[in-house]
């Protein structure tokens, strides 16, 4: 059976397309995507970038893409919690992150004033604000080594986590790696810090009874030792953790440089209620340009609803708005 989902991450041989058949293609705005036909999604990548494809078959799960220009290099794309089994819905996250010291990344500083993992440190940190869980896929060019991040202990983001969740894992949680560096660098260290900040827990080679490799990601530095390094990392927040049965680092392919994934979980086969025309209009890029104005939210109807929570989950100061009101009273240092 063909994978519910495939992530494409910076293929090495940009200018070669990468054909997928009976798949939708989600992309950030450095992809560029072609005309299908047949029946297939066809995309081309120049110099990174980041696409999910999803496969035909795990389409009516798709409620809205969250992908903006704001965070370029990061698909995001929101699915029915039924597809992981899940309280409440999940964000599949996909993202490219340059080397630091590369021209590319410094231009992102000075356009944003930001790096690019500290912005999707804050994108991550406020969906999970808004209840949403996340599956993080990403090429970091970071070495985090055997660090944790998000250990799996006290949490801010979910009230109370079944202690099935972390069945056959010790706590705190701990992990292997088989990174050949030594030491970790400047992307490594912010991962892990937007692992802890969003209470993601970094798959790539969790020690239990179940199997998540600790294998290299990319052989092409053999002369190290005979190694490798780890820069390619999936990451998710404890109840997805929970549905995940195993996680397989497998040989590399020809549109790559780097070895494959398989990351596989218990979920159900078929979505709760069937896709709607609202449904796929709510599907269309959304980017958060803040509020229109004012208006009572019991006033606006579900899709209205859905677009200002969002536009609060991406305003700090909306957020810290909603909070002071929902908590029914309003003093003077409050204002």
Known sequence: MAPALIAFVEPKRGADPAVLKNSTAYHNAR????????????????????????????????????????????????????????????????????????????????????????????????????????????????????FNGYDGCESEYDAEIDIATFSGIDLPLRRASSCSHTRRNSNGKEFLSLCTAAELIIVNGVRGEKFFDSGCTRDSCRAIDGGGSVIDFFACSAEIFGQLQSLHIAEKTHFSDHNKFLLSWMGSSSASRAPTVQDAQARKQIVADGPKGWCFVGSLNEDAKLKLAERVAFDSRLKEVETICCKGHFRQEDK
């Open 31 to 146: 992809t560029e995507r072609l005309a299908e036909e047949g029946g297939f999604s066809t995309v081309s990548c120049e110099d990174g970038g980041a696409t999910l494809y999803v496969h035909d078959r795990a389409a009516a799960f798709v409620v809205r893409d969250h992908t903006t220009a704001h965070f370029p290099e990061v698909v995001a794309i929101e699915f029915e919690k039924a597809f992981f089994s899940t309280s409440s819905n999940v964000i599949v996250v996909v993202a490219y992150i340059s080397c630091s010291e590369l021209a590319v990344a410094k231009k992102y500083i000075n356009v944003y004033q930001t790096t690019q993992l500290a912005a999707l440190s804050e994108l991550l940190c406020n969906f999970r604000a808004t209840s949403f869980q996340v599956l993080f896929f990403g090429y970091v060019n970071g070495y985090v080594l055997d």
